[in-house]
């Protein structure tokens, strides 16, 4: 059986002194195991001038972790998809509804590569458990931020006073990181 792990971390551009609305930067990490063996892993991260949250980056999370799935040609086998983040887990079960605008278009992509595994099982785990995911998002935000000046030169290019109205909600890709390794991989 496969169990993919996901987690997602949102950290506002206000912590690094800018008071932008809503704007930040929204890190994922994935983790694909069979048979509780990891075969593949990912982590990357985003930042967004307008409707940054900790819920969307949870839902760049799974939907980069079942993209993943796709890639590798695991949609037929039996997969558990785990996550901390029991809002999410909630909505794609069907047992909450998606009230945020900005969270629904992540919601519905998720839903289509979803519906493209044959059977999937949808598991709330506490954050505690959650701990390799929640590394590798904590990993990429360092990656990120690692190198001050493109850091804040980041931050600049996405300053809602810089973007026409249109750009504001872009997601614009600072990391992106995928390791398959079919017979196993070390964290």
Same mark, same amino acid.
């Given at each position: 059986?496969?169990?993919?792990?996901?987690?997602?971390? =949102?950290?506002?551009? +206000?912590?690094?002194?800018?008071?932008? +609305? !809503?704007?930040?930067?929204? *890190?994922? @990490? /994935?983790?694909? =195991?069979?048979?509780?063996?990891?075969?593949?892993? @990912? %982590?990357?991260? =985003?930042?967004? *001038?307008?409707?940054?949250? +900790?819920? &969307?980056?949870?839902?760049?999370?799974?939907?980069? @972790?079942?993209?993943?799935?796709?890639?590798?040609?695991?949609?037929?086998?039996?997969?558990?998809?785990? @996550?901390?983040?029991?809002?999410?887990?909630?909505?794609? #079960?069907? *047992?909450?509804?998606?009230?945020?605008?900005?969270?629904?278009?992540?919601?519905?992509?998720? +839903? !289509?590569?979803?519906? $493209?595994?044959?059977?999937?099982? /949808?598991? /709330?785990?506490?954050?505690?458990?959650?701990?390799?995911?929640?590394?590798?998002?904590?990993?990429?935000?360092?990656? &990120? !931020?690692?190198?001050?000046? #493109?850091?804040?030169?980041? &931050? #600049? $290019?996405?300053?809602?006073?810089?973007?026409?109205? $249109?750009?504001? $909600? %872009?997601?614009?890709?600072?990391?992106?990181?995928?390791?398959? #390794?079919?017979?196993?991989?070390?964290?």
């Amino acid at each position: 059986m496969l169990t993919l792990e996901f987690d997602g971390m =949102y950290r506002g551009f +206000s912590e690094d002194g800018m008071a932008l +609305s !809503r704007a930040g930067v929204m *890190c994922y @990490g /994935w983790l694909i =195991y069979r048979d509780g063996v990891l075969i593949a892993r @990912g %982590h990357g991260g =985003y930042a967004r *001038c307008e409707d940054a949250s +900790s819920n &969307i980056a949870e839902y760049l999370a799974l939907i980069e @972790g079942l993209g993943a799935l796709i890639d590798m040609g695991l949609e037929r086998e039996m997969v558990q998809i785990k @996550g901390d983040a029991r809002s999410v887990i909630d909505q794609m #079960q069907g *047992c909450a509804a998606v009230n945020s605008a900005s969270t629904r278009p992540h919601y519905r992509q998720a +839903s !289509r590569l979803a519906n $493209k595994l044959s059977r999937a099982v /949808w598991l /709330w785990m506490p954050r505690r458990k959650n701990h390799d995911a929640d590394l590798l998002t904590r990993r990429a935000m360092k990656q &990120i !931020r690692a190198n001050p000046q #493109q850091y804040q030169a980041m &931050i #600049q $290019k996405v300053d809602p006073a810089a973007l026409p109205r $249109k750009k504001r $909600k %872009h997601l614009f890709s600072l990391l992106d990181l995928r390791i398959f #390794q079919p017979v196993g991989l070390t964290m």
